[in-house]
């Protein structure tokens, strides 16, 4: 009978072990891999109708220096019609306005959304679960499959003006 209630006991004891280990790598799971963010951050910039209509972009990476290294690339290259000629990265929120903010750190973002809708910027951020104050759109991992998020509230209040092409592959929020 000892025997019995010992290995019942550790079958319980793997069983929760396994079913943790699932639980965080569905919570990691939710970023998508950094080349694949920084393609589509790419196509996504040129569905939001004011920046398409620029001939020059700038954007600010906030505390997001992966992603800024694989960015400074594409430094003169274009971005739909427009040509991005500006990249920053930093820490803290910039002194200046940029055309999107990318908020990779997640301390500062309720400030990086504000900033956003002060400056009439669009905001962006790598995941679309467990943020507090979500930017204008969201990239992740939902299912096993990417995903976007887009709320059009904080889109509305950061006056941007999407394609109806992103309406029709976005998770409305």
């Not at 998020?149 to 409305?172: F, G, P």
């Amino acid at each position: 009978m000892m025997i019995k209630i010992t290995q019942n006991k550790i079958i319980a004891k793997v069983m929760l072990f396994v079913l943790f280990s699932l639980c965080s790598l569905s919570i990691i799971a939710e970023e998508l891999p950094i080349r694949l963010q920084v393609a589509l951050m790419s196509k996504i910039v040129a569905m939001e109708q004011n920046l398409a209509k620029k001939e020059e972009l700038s954007i600010y990476i906030l505390g997001a220096s992966k992603i800024y290294d694989l960015m400074k690339n594409d430094i003169g290259f274009k971005i739909g019609n427009s040509t991005l000629a500006v990249l920053e990265q930093g820490n803290t929120l910039p002194q200046k306005k940029y055309d999107v903010i990318y908020i990779g750190d997640f301390s500062l973002e309720a400030a990086a959304v504000e900033y956003a809708e002060r400056y009439d910027v669009m905001s962006l951020y790598p995941i679309i679960v467990g943020m507090k104050k979500t930017g204008s759109l969201g990239l992740g991992i939902k299912s096993g499959k990417p995903r976007f998020l887009l709320d059009l509230e904080q889109s509305e209040a950061e006056n941007l003006r999407w394609n109806a092409k992103i309406l029709k592959v976005a998770q409305l929020k």
